[in-house]
């Protein structure tokens, strides 16, 4: 995909992201913050509306209050003179007052006097708390008679819900002792209702229970949800706030609803709406405006050094120049490829002319020295071979078996020379047996010259050639590669704490030449300390950095390293053992063929004197890897 694409898709999803967290902050933060305003609100005008309730009955309170500390209710609740009562408090009066019941209760909560009154003309009518004559034995009425105090609150009647209030009667100077209490009702009408709603600016709805063994609680939406003493229901249109209200005696008995229309989140789905086109017209407008920009500033240059750098890398001309006249900083990098492409031109001429010699001089270095080191052993058995059959007795059983044929009729000189004849052949057998021992080794070495030669000659055509071994395989199969002179100088010890690390798929015959490399030069070690044997101690582990990896550790108590050479002993020709003939070249090679394999070598010593750690990390390749060759 080309970057215009890849730009305008991204300004795309920036603005689809940024789209999708605004609709996110709508649903989840502002829309149910209007909710919540509509909800308090709800909430407040339910307060407003317990608040007239409350009202309702400290008005028939103060009537309570006016009617119980009064001189002649006190007087009538002793001699019980109705005329008394009748004439203190007519019909008229108690109308005024806007009571539709009044009781005035004995200590033992029988009604001494009491009246019924429809709500509005005041005409005589049927309560059947005022026609039972006598207070209900609840103990709220109860204790508030005996310990003359006061009570108010909602009870239930066969006209409907009641205001009540009671109040102790007393002297008419605020003493007692009580003798008694005055109780008055104001019946609950719809029209009371809608008045108490009017008082609270809202909509109020009571809900009463209507059959024996309902509950209040049960007339609330089970969907609503409950908030401290309130349950609160969103609908698509109103916003319901439901509140259950008990009697005197703490039951509960009636359930209070306000519901208020939701314009609050109309209002704000408007605005919210406003909101999004203006953002969908100036996102779409933005968009336009950074595409044409892009287009014109950034990306038409930045194709036209996109097709001048591919041009470049196919080769067809290094001799073109971008000269992109522009001040920012894509002119910058156009007039910064333009010199690094006349330096390319001059580099690649004198490139062509060096690297074809410089090459084959590397190359050849190389492979002379593994040559070198695969031959010297070759040579040391070749001259065993040859001593060997040199000493064998070949000619003196030739000899012998001339004499045999002159020996004639000379029984005794024929058995003699049998007999020598024999025990030459048998010494002439064990040399040939030895000899041939000898020559598989030979071949052994001749092998791993050939295999030396023919990785050399896949190199120049293909890239490493991967194999399947094992490590104990690939470390016998690199110390045989040792002249026997350095091998008898060194012992190859695993650690008893490495795990076999199993078969392993890589390049064997770099790695063989890369651990014949580092046993002589830990053999080498050994000598130079002055030290007649030592030990070369190996170990491993599997790594995961960047793939799967084997992590070699060769470790020798030979003469160390400098601390100054550790940075220069995998240098083209540094050597410390020049003296004794060595090129330098050996841990050059090794640190360029593990890097061509995509590992790395690097040493360690603690000094002169401390031995000295040498760490290999190759990768490894499975058995069916795609990259390289692979040998079954």
């Keep these: 995909m080309n970057l215009r694409p890849k730009i305008i898709a991204l300004i795309a999803a920036v603005f689809v992201l940024l789209g999708a967290a605004q609709y996110l902050i709508q649903d989840r933060i502002l829309l149910p913050s209007f909710a919540e305003l509509e909800q308090q609100?709800?909430?407040?005008?339910?307060?407003?509306?317990?608040?007239?309730?409350?009202?309702?009955?400290?008005l028939l309170t103060m009537v309570a209050e006016d009617w119980g500390d009064w001189a002649e209710t006190y007087a009538f609740m002793a001699n019980h003179d109705l005329h008394l009562i009748e004439e203190s408090i007519p019909t008229s009066e108690i109308v005024t007052y806007d009571v539709d019941a009044v009781a005035f209760v004995d200590l033992s909560g029988r009604f001494l006097w009491s009246r019924a009154l429809a709500p509005g003309p005041g005409d005589p009518t049927d309560i059947d708390v005022i026609r039972a004559g006598a207070l209900p034995e609840s103990s709220v009425w109860r204790d508030a008679l005996r310990s003359g105090t006061k009570v108010r609150g909602l009870i239930p009647t066969n006209r409907g819900l009641m205001l009540v209030v009671g109040n102790p009667v007393l002297d008419g100077h605020a003493h007692g002792p009580s003798r008694g209490m005055v109780v008055l009702g104001r019946l609950l009408t719809p029209a009371k209702i809608a008045t108490i709603g009017e008082q609270a600016q809202t909509a109020l709805t009571v809900y009463a229970i209507r059959a024996p063994g309902e509950s209040a609680t049960e007339l609330v939406p089970a969907a609503a949800t409950r908030v401290g003493d309130e349950n609160?229901?969103?609908?698509?249109?109103?916003?319901?706030?439901?509140?259950?209200?008990?009697?005197?005696?703490?039951?509960?008995?009636?359930?209070?609803?306000v519901a208020i229309p939701r314009v609050i989140t109309a209002r704000g789905r408007q605005v919210i709406a406003y909101a999004d086109a203006t953002l969908g017209l100036a996102a779409t407008a933005t968009v336009l405006l950074l595409i044409v920009t892009l287009h014109q500033s950034v990306l038409k240059p930045i194709a036209r050094l996109t097709r001048h750098a591919v041009e470049i890398g196919r080769g067809?001309?290094?001799g073109a120049r971008l000269d992109l006249r522009r001040s920012d900083e894509l002119g910058q990098l156009a007039a910064e490829i333009d010199r690094m492409v006349g330096n390319l031109a001059e580099a690649r001429r004198q490139l062509i002319d060096q690297s074809f010699l410089a090459g084959v001089a590397e190359n050849a270095r190389a492979v002379l020295h593994n040559i070198g080191n695969a031959m010297t052993p070759l040579c040391v058995k070749a001259a065993v071979l040859r001593d060997a059959l040199r000493g064998a007795p070949a000619t003196e059983i030739t000899v012998a078996l001339d004499e045999l044929e002159r020996a004639g009729s000379d029984m005794i000189r024929i058995a003699s020379l049998e007999r020598y004849v024999h025990l030459a052949s048998r010494e002439l057998a064990a040399a040939v047996t030895a000899a041939r021992a000898e020559i598989e080794r030979i071949?052994?070495?001749s092998q791993a010259i050939r295999s030396l030669l023919g990785e050399q000659t896949r190199n120049l055509r293909a890239g490493a050639?991967?194999?399947?071994?094992?490590?104990?395989?690939?470390?016998?199969?690199?110390?045989?590669?040792?002249?026997?002179?350095?091998?008898?100088?060194?012992?190859?010890?695993?650690?008893?704490?490495?795990?076999d690390p199993g078969p392993l798929h890589v390049a064997r015959t770099i790695m063989q030449q890369v651990i014949q490399n580092i046993v002589i030069n830990a053999a080498e070690a050994v000598r130079d300390a002055g030290r007649e044997h030592g030990v070369l101690r190996v170990s491993w582990e599997r790594?995961?950095?960047?793939?799967?990896?084997?992590?070699?550790?060769?470790?020798?108590?030979?003469?160390?390293i400098a601390p100054g050479n550790l940075g220069r002993i995998f240098q083209n020709g540094f050597s410390t053992k020049l003296e004794h003939g060595n090129s330098g070249l050996g841990l050059h090679w090794c640190g360029n063929a593990l890097h061509a394999l995509g590992g790395r070598i690097?040493?360690?010593?603690?000094?002169?004197?401390?031995?000295?750690?040498?760490?290999?990390?190759?990768?490894?390749?499975?058995?069916?890897?795609?990259?390289?060759?692979r040998a079954g």
């Design 543 to 560: 790594i995961e950095a960047g793939g799967e990896r084997l992590r070699l550790k060769f470790t020798d108590d030979g003469v160390g």
């Design 465 to 499: 050639l991967l194999e399947t071994c094992t490590l104990a395989e690939l470390l016998a199969q690199s110390t045989a590669l040792v002249p026997p002179a350095l091998r008898r100088l060194l012992s190859v010890e695993i650690d008893p704490a490495a795990v």
């Design 443 to 445: 071949a052994e070495q």
């Design 41 to 58: 609100s709800a909430s407040n005008e339910m307060a407003r509306a317990i608040h007239a309730v409350d009202r309702e009955l400290d």
């Design 602 to 629: 690097h040493a360690e010593s603690a000094g002169p004197g401390q031995g000295a750690s040498f760490h290999v990390e190759v990768p490894l390749a499975t058995a069916d890897a795609g990259d390289g060759h």
């Design 232 to 257: 609160l229901l969103t609908r698509d249109q109103v916003t319901e706030v439901y509140r259950v209200v008990n009697d005197v005696a703490g039951q509960p008995l009636v359930t209070l609803r």
């Design 316 to 318: 067809l001309d290094t």
